[in-house]
């Protein structure tokens, strides 16, 4: 093939993008380089300063460059309400239902102990700690796979023991789905519809 | 909306890149963030060193951060045929055919007069010159298109003026398509087909 080294790598690099194959690769290159460079420096300057400086929120741990998230930090927000997510994405599907004015907590994953990932790596802990300030009522808002079940399932023991009210939004979510892709009118009607359990 | 800035600005920058809406960018953001930051770093690396470096070779204008690109610095292709595209991804689409061992002109588009786009901005003078030296067949792949018609016919006079043999790709590519996108097969035949204009 006739690509020089550095249209070689940047094909390669922009492989690291979900859904990105080797034709789209391709495409992006010669794109950028034939009609958009200043996109591209604009690119590569916004991820740099991302990946740098972007981390946790100290207290819901979504993604922020601030230590408080513009959630956390916000004085319109429920304090009595938290909604435990598996994902940053999973916080955005929910605020843009427009449903829910409470805080987050976002585990980063669901319980899968065959992958290692324990209480621990999704953060219980923390979880539980967070619910003893003043929350009346934690909503479980896992994704509705098996996993994500299992997960609400078991935080949902410990929270009760711990005497928190808890929930879980209704089975409007369609099974075996994925949070981030359900609509926003579907999340209004799981929230709404959400049961104490 | 509960992006921070930083995320907002990687959203936006990612939608530079063709075929990407809100949506993706949202997604490719979040992955990268969460679980490929090397892979963001590397592709951040990738675009500066490509757009501050990748240059246009001297010899068949594709791109190149070499001054002569690894196709006109060969020794092992044809010297006597030249094909002339429409852009970079087209040599590919050709080299890919594996029916083609000459060398390339590269255009970087079509005759558009009202866009501005005249024989300057296509370089035709440079085609010109370039034909002199020893090209005997000039094997013109511009786009099926109308305005990829219109430039082949343009050109093919001013070679055939000059007394430089001038071939069109025969109509094995789909009319209306785009030369990028036509798989190596047809354009075999297309090369195969081609006849005297
Ligand atoms: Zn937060
Ligand atoms: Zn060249």
């Known amino acids: 093939m006739s690509y020089t080294p550095l249209l070689q790598q940047l094909i390669e690099a922009l492989r690291c993008l979900p859904g990105v194959g080797p034709k789209s690769a391709q495409r992006m290159t010669f794109h950028l380089l034939e009609r958009d460079p200043e996109g591209a420096l604009r690119l590569a300057k916004a991820l740099t300063e991302a990946v740098e400086r972007v981390g946790r929120c100290d207290s819901c741990r979504t993604l ?12 319109r927000r429920d304090r009595r309400l938290l909604c435990v997510v598996e994902t940053p994405a999973d916080v955005l599907a929910v605020e843009q239902s427009g449903a829910y004015a409470g805080l987050y907590f976002v585990l980063g994953g669901h319980l899968s102990p065959l992958d290692g990932i324990g209480p621990e790596e999704i953060g219980v802990d923390a979880l539980l700690a967070r619910a003893r ?5 934690v909503i479980l808002a896992t994704n509705p796979t098996v996993e994500g079940e299992a997960t609400a399932h078991y935080i949902g023991e410990l929270l009760r023991e711990q005497g928190v009210g808890v929930s879980r939004i209704a089975h409007g979510v369609p099974l075996g789905g994925e949070l ?6 579907t999340l209004t009607r799981a929230l709404a519809g959400r049961k104490p359990i």
């Open 180 to 185: 981030e892709y359900v609509d926003g009118s």
């Open 64 to 75: 922020s460059e601030a230590p408080l998230c513009p959630l956390c930090a916000s004085q």
């Open 133 to 137: 300030e003043g929350v009346e009522e």
